[in-house]
């Protein structure tokens, strides 16, 4: 039986090619297997419900009626594909293809050109060749020039003149014949405590206008002090950029009271008054020189000059300002005598502190200096300094982060404050320098003052050694004063003329004035 189907199969395969012998005969032998299955499931499902026979098929009578109905769709199928020509269609098709192709064109290669014994041409300077005939000069060669940002001033002393005035202008002279009056007259404290409710009441009627707020330096003010004159309110600064400001806020208009001088490269990190003559001005920067304004002469001397080093702070060891305590940035310490010929130390020690921020001296036991370092505190006899090296008498070990300050009340020395970078400011007992000073009182204040803003330093009240004055981040701006004992006094606020953080602040030493220096050179005063 399965030999017969297959022949009947080849014969219907053989007689639709004979009808179509050319075109179809690739397409049924790629077709053939496809119809096949096709028919197989067709007939399948039909079933013998259609028992039509097909021309042709007679030869084989002996099949079944199933294996008809197979082999004649078989036959339908491969005539319903021939007259579709599909194989016509591809092959019309493959034609358009290969036509729209572009040929593949092969890029000529220039011919290379000749050598005529020229050469290729090139620049007689790029190959350092002297041109025919001719010599060309030898190049000197060129010093390398190192800029320095900040440049040391020349050694010596240096002319006083203001860089916002002419120096003959007229109103210069009056402002130094007027700071040489006041150098004859002199101030007058007495040095006596007043109380506590006179000194509130006293401090609470200071108020702040816009005549007492000027831009008086071109950078951030670093120090700040107060001339003692009784007469006339005088304030000092020192700046960023090596700048000293003196402002006269009795002279109107403002800006004409305001002088600026430049005798340090670096930033001016200390300022004070001479006590000995108010008409002396000495600053120390971090370029390593320390001098003295003269204002009856008008010119800054020289005092201490040490370029291999950088200054941090200063204070006097005598009454008459005549020897002084330096501190410098990596930890030395220096005493300095100007009494003596030059501007070099008389003794140079250095002390097991990583840094040195401030020095202050105690104001009755002269030979005891407070140093305040990375975070230590030190208290040093000025007597007992060796080249060597030096161990502090006391060391403060309660600090737990960076201390910016240490001062000692300016009249009894009794008390020594701190301000320390965990936001706390602490009071310690130095009525008697032993080997340990008790912590009286810890005051909370946030000292976080960022990167942009110079860092706070807490400072005693010169005319009331019981009260410290310090600046605030709280809002709105303000300046605050508290008691040893930790309780709040005052807070000198307004916000209309103080928007911004004083950071440091002097209060003058018999007048209730406060001024108070921010980070863009402007200067605030409270006045009574």
């Known amino acids: ?16 090619l004979d009808v179509h012998p050319e075109s179809n005969r690739g397409q049924h032998k790629s077709t053939s297997d496809a119809v096949m299955v096709s028919v197989d499931m067709e007939s399948s499902q039909d079933g013998d419900s259609n028992e039509d026979t097909t021309p042709g098929l007679d030869d084989f009578s002996g099949l079944s009626s199933y294996e008809k109905k197979r082999l004649k769709n078989i036959s339908e199928n491969a005539n319903f594909f021939a007259s579709l020509q599909l194989s016509e269609s591809a092959a019309r098709l493959r034609e358009m293809i290969k036509k729209r192709q572009p040929s593949e064109s092969k890029r000529k290669k220039p011919k290379k050109r000749e050598n005529d014994g020229t050469g290729c041409r090139r620049s007689m300077r790029l190959l350092k060749v002297d041109p025919s005939e001719v010599s060309l000069p030898a190049t000197p060669p ?144 971090y370029d390593g020189t320390l001098r003295c304004g003269d204002f009856s002469r008008a010119v800054f001397e020289e005092v201490y000059r040490n370029e291999s080093s950088t200054f941090s702070s200063f204070d006097f060891l005598a009454e008459d300002a005549s020897t002084l305590v330096v501190g410098h940035w990596d930890g030395s310490m220096s005493l300095v005598d100007r009494r003596t010929p030059g501007t070099s130390y008389e ?93 009286l009182t810890t005051i909370r204040h946030n000292t976080n003052t960022g990167r942009w803003l110079t860092r706070f330093r807490a400072v005693w009240d010169p005319k009331q050694e019981d009260c410290i004055i310090v600046g605030s981040m709280a809002h709105p701006r303000r300046v605050e004063i508290f008691h040893e004992t930790g309780k709040w006094l005052h807070s000198f606020l307004s916000g209309e003329y103080l928007a911004s953080v004083c950071s440091i602040n002097a209060m003058h030493p018999v007048r209730y004035i406060l001024a108070g220096g921010n980070s863009s050179g402007k200067i605030h005063v409270f006045m009574n």
């Open 142 to 285: 060129q010093p390398a020039f190192v800029t320095d940002e900040n440049p040391l001033l020349p050694p010596g002393p240096l002319e006083m003149t203001p860089e916002n005035r002419d120096d003959n202008d007229e109103l210069f002279k009056g402002f130094l014949q007027t700071w040489e009056e006041m150098s004859k007259a002199g101030s007058k404290n007495t040095k006596e405590l007043p109380s506590l409710k006179s000194y509130k009441a006293n401090v609470s009627r200071m108020v702040i206008s816009e005549e007492t707020v000027c831009k008086v330096t071109k950078g951030s003010v670093l120090s700040l002090a107060l001339h003692p004159s009784e007469t006339r309110t005088l304030v000092a600064a020192g700046a960023k950029y090596g700048q000293i400001g003196l402002w006269d806020v009795t002279h109107q208009p403002k800006e004409e009271g305001i002088y600026v001088f430049h005798p340090h490269s670096q930033p001016v990190s200390c300022v004070y008054f001479s006590p000995a003559n108010p008409a002396h001005i000495l600053s120390l920067s």
């Open 1 to 16: 039986m399965e030999a017969t189907s297959s022949r009947a199969e080849s014969t219907l395969q053989k007689s639709s």
């Open 347 to 439: 003794k140079l020690s250095k002390f097991p502190l990583e840094k040195i921020r401030t020095v202050h001296v105690h104001p009755v036991h002269r030979q005891y200096f407070v140093t305040a370092g990375l975070r230590d505190i030190h208290i040093y006899d000025a007597r007992s300094l060796t080249p060597r090296g030096s161990q502090p008498l006391i060391a403060l070990t309660e600090h737990t982060k960076s201390v910016a300050s240490a001062y000692f009340s300016p009249i009894t020395g009794n008390r020594l404050v701190t301000t320390c970078a965990d936001s706390n400011l602490r009071i310690f007992d130095s009525s008697c320098i032993a080997s340990q000073l008790p912590l």
